[in-house]
């Protein structure tokens, strides 16, 4: 009896932080607001304010990975939305009035934010990058706080890819390289389990309205966990595990360092009306919970990986696998491709790991020096470091590039797919896995074995 009392609490408590009203809240008190049509306009012209869907199914007639036009479609489910509408749903709750893509806002919704931006504190702005799958980019909103814009702006980039093309990076040739090494196993296991996490449970983003779409660009994607959470957490927090002790740092000091990087990501999805209070706290538990399972284990995986015979075969085949685990939970979505990007990401640098220990490059420091100190900071050395940084980051980018234009025209004309749109052969599981593992792959053992040497032949080593 007690056990039922607790659950049925838990479930209402789940069920509160789940509401989008409190997102909608939250971003009102942060100066967010929307430029929704007005209710009153939409009711005298014979039209309703759509329900909220529940849960959200994307259609896939071709079967799993299958090709096909309706790949990719959608239909919503629960709360009276209709499963043949005409226009294209996205997570939330949007309709032909409420999305206009490319196109300008409707009358009313013109009204109330000219009269809003009579403040001169008030910017008219457009979400942030379109989405990918659908076009979509978003209706406009107001800002009224421009700093807290900023700075959420900022916490939400750091879980992003161009962040980690950078952060990446720069902590192994700079810093530590044994503990960029560990921190991408555990980034690429993060994404993998949460991605894959939300293909299984399919929860649909908040509702729009009330919640504004500050953000656009995975408004397609499920929505429970938040993965910006659980990154933002794994990162920090596993980057505060691997140093503390190693290198020489209060405990005080890493432990606010990773806790505020971590609160900064998981709020700013909710300011970005991309995540509710629930998925947000769930991500955040989630990783911890990865965390501690990795804890005990990574130094291990990561000794496998460089001195082990069968370490490649094993990396090749266990990352392929995971990559096509996770395409076969639902139709395509940027999610799949984030999943398989970070698993090709970590193969490469799994990999590259192997054959810098076998070569003799990249040793470790002996755990005689520990712990380490930072060193004295001079004009030369933070000149070296930014060299190495800015022609490193220069090549990965050049090569990702490079890679991206030959691999999808090469791999749909392989499988005899129409290349002339991008867009719509990468929603093939044909074309996208394999493209975003020979793609990061390459990006990840570059950052790992070809930068380094290269900095040993300009002399930056």
């Known amino acids: 009896m007690m056990a039922s009392v607790y659950v049925k609490t838990f479930v209402q408590m789940c069920n509160y932080l789940q509401d989008p009203l409190h997102v909608a809240r939250f971003q009102r008190l942060c100066g967010i607001k929307g430029t929704f049509p007005d209710k009153s306009t939409k009711a005298n012209s014979g039209g309703s304010e759509p329900e909220c869907p529940g849960l959200r199914w994307r259609v896939q007639p071709g079967g799993v990975g299958g090709g096909g036009e309706g790949e990719g479609s959608e239909r919503s489910v629960g709360n009276g939305a209709a499963a043949d509408a005409t226009v ?43 989405n990918s799958l659908t076009g979509d980019v978003g209706r406009e909103f107001l800002i009224r706080n421009k700093l807290l814009f900023y700075l959420f702006t900022f916490g939400t980039e750091l879980g ?176 799949r491709g984030d999943t398989a990007q970070a698993l090709g990401t970590g193969a490469g640098a799994a990999l590259a790991s192997h054959v810098n220990h076998q070569l003799g490059l990249m040793l470790d420091p002996p755990p005689s020096s520990l712990p380490l100190i930072l060193p004295e900071i001079s004009a030369g050395l933070v000149l070296r470091s930014l060299l190495r940084f800015l022609i490193g980051v220069t090549v990965i980018l050049v090569m990702r590039m490079v890679m991206k234009a030959v691999t999808i025209p090469f791999l749909c004309q392989l499988f005899g797919l129409p290349s002339n749109n991008i867009r719509r052969a990468r929603q093939h599981m044909r074309v996208e896995l394999p493209y975003r593992y020979i793609v990061y792959s390459v990006v990840g053992f570059s950052c790992v074995c070809f930068v380094p040497l290269l900095f040993r032949i300009l002399n930056l080593a």
């Open 88 to 130: 294209l749903q996205v997570n939330g709750c949007q309709s032909d009035d409420d999305v206009r893509p490319g196109g300008p806002p409707s009358s009313s919704s013109s009204a109330a934010a000219v009269a809003a931006a009579t403040d001169s504190d008030t910017t008219r702005a457009k979400p942030l990058r379109r």
């Open 160 to 335: 992003n890819e161009m962040f980690f093309i950078i952060f990446f990076p720069f902590l192994f040739w700079n810093i530590d390289a044994l503990v960029s090494r560990r921190l991408i196993v555990v980034w690429a296991w993060n994404l993998f389990v949460g991605q894959s996490t939300k293909d299984m449970v399919r929860w649909s983003r908040p509702a729009s309205p009330p919640v504004v779409k500050v953000e656009v660009f995975y408004n397609s994607e499920y929505s429970m966990p938040s993965t910006h959470a659980m990154t933002g957490t794994a990162i920090p927090f596993c980057l505060f595990m691997l140093t503390y002790e190693r290198w020489q740092y209060s405990f005080l000091f890493g432990f606010c360092v990773a806790l505020s990087w971590s609160v900064l990501v998981c709020v700013s999805r909710v300011y970005m009306g991309m995540h509710s209070v629930l998925e947000v706290i769930t991500g955040f538990l989630y990783s911890l919970l990865i965390l501690a399972f990795f804890q005990p284990i990574l130094g291990k995986i990561d000794n496998f990986y460089m001195m082990d015979h069968y370490a490649p075969l094993a990396i090749i085949v266990s990352h392929v696998s995971l990559g096509l685990v996770a395409f076969s939970l639902d139709s395509w979505s940027t999610s």
